[in-house]
């Protein structure tokens, strides 16, 4: 069945670090893919999406690239900051009303 | 614009309890959906609703949980009777339509003692 799987974190990086996430979707057609952020305490927040192949989503400095050969939608970020810290999911749907998260990287960024 | 909100943010309460949680969507969006996170187990679907009729409660770990959308601008998620098992942060996100992106809540951070 359908599925996204993601690096398991955390991810522990310096400020002004490079950052990469790795996520990896299967799906029986094209599904449009996102990237949601999680706050401490906060509910979790769209940050980009990608809706057909070789779109780039990006926002707030983060990018990802639908990579239909690969089926992949790698997060990344040049210069990672301390607010940056947070739990990263990727997600994706294709003909479904379901979202279908991967488990959730941590991002921990230290000054 | 609001976004999704949610009440109460926490909620503790005693094991057999009944326990309502609160919903209101972003107005104009047709879908919602109510999900549970823990350490343990990840972000789960619970129920979602298409235009206040539920489509999907799979999700729904047994029958002491129910759901329901009486109108376009609220939904309610109750528990009874509660369970400490049932402990976790609770979510209600809401989707203008098919293939569009779903908006969360911040959450109700349930405690079952």
């Known amino acids: 069945g359908d599925s996204v799987t993601q690096m398991e974190g955390p991810v522990t990086l310096s400020e002004e670090a490079f950052l990469t996430i790795n996520c990896t979707y299967t799906?029986?057609?094209?599904?449009?893919l996102f990237w949601y952020v999680q706050y401490p305490g906060e509910g979790l927040q769209l940050l980009l999406k990608?809706?057909?192949?070789?779109d780039k989503g990006s926002n707030k400095g983060f990018e990802a690239t639908y990579r239909k050969e690969t089926t992949s939608f790698h997060l990344e970020k040049g210069s990672v900051q301390v607010s940056d810290s947070a739990v990263y999911f990727c997600?994706?749907?294709?003909?479904?009303?379901?979202?279908?998260f991967g488990t959730g990287t941590r991002l921990q960024v230290f000054p | 614009d609001a976004g999704v909100i949610q009440s109460p943010r926490h909620e503790v309460t005693e094991m057999g309890q009944e326990v309502t949680l609160r919903c209101k969507p972003i107005?104009?969006?047709?879908?919602l959906f109510w999900y549970r996170q823990t350490m343990m187990r990840g972000l789960e679907l619970l129920i979602y609703?298409?235009?206040?009729?539920?489509?999907?409660d799979s999700g729904m770990p047994e029958d002491r949980f129910s759901a329901k959308m009486p109108n376009a601008s609220f939904s309610t998620l109750k528990i009874q009777p509660s369970e400490p098992r049932d402990s976790a942060v609770y979510f209600c996100?809401?989707?203008?339509?098919?293939?569009?992106?779903?908006?969360f809540g911040d959450g109700t951070r349930l405690s079952i003692l």
């Open positions: 107005s104009g969006h047709n879908s």
């Open positions: 609703f298409n235009n206040n009729v539920p489509i999907d």
């Open positions: 997600a994706q749907y294709y003909n479904t009303d379901k979202l279908i």
């Open positions: 799906a029986t057609g094209y599904p449009s």
């Open positions: 990608a809706t057909k192949a070789d």
């Open positions: 996100a809401s989707r203008r339509d098919t293939n569009q992106p779903q908006h």
